[in-house]
């Protein structure tokens, strides 16, 4: 494997030459072009300049500087000329492109690239080892970038689903919280979004109360044909949605007009009985398999100890298994509430106007009025989101500790 450049510590030049350089002048390349197009100096000037800057810092930041004051260096040089070349907006840009290109200066001429491998591994298990690295940001970028720029389109000052030249030169004027006045004031919004409170935790209610009495009931070895009933219960997870849907409408239509002639109910309360019933089956697979997996460090001689001094089945479950599955009966509810928040085919086929939802409400707007209005809604549904699903990581982590999996 090549060495890394130091001229002061007596390196030799040459592994830089054939082995860093050229990596960075790729990199500097491919960050150039995209600095160039955002700034308007067109591609093939922005990939020179970059290659040329990526030369530059190259050579000059390991000889002279340590690594961290060279990369805040390659920080604020970048961040200088996007000041230059596009305003406030490039300065941001240079920055960040900046701080890519220093780091990846000083990764690739100190070493740091074979951090993480054992001091015998080859140059090909080496490449392997940052490759793999580097598909996985890949694919993180992939799948996180739609998200990031769904959210600044939110703050558009003017109707449109696009960035407009102001958003990009950054000025405030361009930005503004019209969309999410009009969410919050709109009652073309307000009613999908109370629906949708209404629907999500009922669903979740009994999503999670049937999945966590199956979960524990296909836990015990005694139980036939676990395998055959397992997959049975978590098919609406395999099946395809619209399949879901179209038996669910044939199911529930039958079962709503049951309702209406023989209990007296009226549309509307059996559409919501509907929705729920039917988001409530999307959302059992969820609560299963997060039980399941809790219930797999259960330790049963506590049930039986606790039947032994003569609690019975509930107060044994309340007071001794629930405690302990507590954090993936609360996962599974989460993920349930999220199924249940998102879902827009299954309202489709078996709500109707009184029972539209929030995403129902979004998938009008994008098909007969594009309002961007839906930008903001599909931000507070991110935001949502994330809170859910960092609640469902900490509790993930404290039943590891529970279950004395993870020393925290």
Known sequence: MAAAFNPTAGKPLRPFLTFALPLLLAFGAI???IGGQAAGLGPAAGTLVGMVVAAVLAFVLPRYLPQQTGRWTATGICGVLGLLAG????FIGGVILGALLGWAV???TTGNYR???PVYATSGQTLWHNAFKFICGTIFFFLIAPIVTVIPLSFNAENFFTFTPGMLALDPEAYSLRHYRDFFTNDAWLQPLKNSLIIAPLATIISVTLGTLAAIGLSQ????ARRAIMAILISPMIVPLIISATGMFFFYSQMGLWMEEYLGLSKDLTGYIKVVLAHAAL???FVIITVTATLVGFDQSLTRAAANMGAGPAKTFFKIQMPLILPGVISGGLFAFITSFDEVVVVLFVGAAAQKTLPWQMFTGLREQISPTILAVATVLVCVSICLLT?????????ERLRGMSPG
């Open 221 to 224: 070895s005694h139980v036939p």
């Open 106 to 108: 000083y990764w690739l």
């Open 87 to 90: 305003g406030l907006a490039g």
């Open 31 to 33: 960050l150039g072009f």
């Open 391 to 399: 609640v469902v990581e900490l509790l993930r982590r404290r039943s």
């Open 115 to 117: 951090r993480g491998v």
């Open 283 to 285: 959302g059992i697979p």
